[in-house]
């Protein structure tokens, strides 16, 4: 039997996989905690504690505009996309695509990637 850790490493590879424009993708805490990461060289705690403020503040803003529930946080630059959803009240997902990359792909795969793994750690 898979361990929660080896399951949830392995939806982030099904990512990976999928979509080959993904250079990037992480579960932190909400915290700002690494849980799993396929991040290249990047510095992990870094990219978790920076990608959980992030998710945090949008968070905030969202509440202070009485807009609703937080979905997601997208933020476009030259080179790519970064995704940031919300996975309960826990954890992040962090994406990074490339800029070539379909957006709504992205958000479709996060989405399902999400299910999973909010499966994976609430069983």
């Given at each position: 039997m898979k361990s929660r850790y080896e399951a949830v490493n392995q939806v982030l590879e099904?990512?990976?996989r999928d979509n080959p424009g993904l250079d990037a993708v992480a579960?932190?805490?909400s915290d700002g905690m690494p849980v799993?990461?396929?991040i290249g060289e990047a510095d992990e705690l870094k990219?978790?504690?920076m990608a959980a403020t992030l998710q945090g503040?949008?968070?905030q803003v969202?509440?202070?505009l009485r807009g609703g529930s937080l979905k997601h946080?997208?933020?476009t630059s030259e080179g790519g996309t970064l995704v940031i959803k919300s996975i309960g009240k826990d954890f992040v997902l962090v994406l990074l695509v490339r800029a070539e990359s379909k957006l709504?792909?992205?958000l479709w795969q996060a989405e399902l990637a999400s299910q999973r793994i909010d499966k994976i750690l609430n069983s």
């Open positions: 099904m990512l990976r579960l932190v805490t799993a990461s396929q990219v978790s504690a503040v949008a968070e969202i509440k202070e946080v997208i933020v709504g792909f992205t």
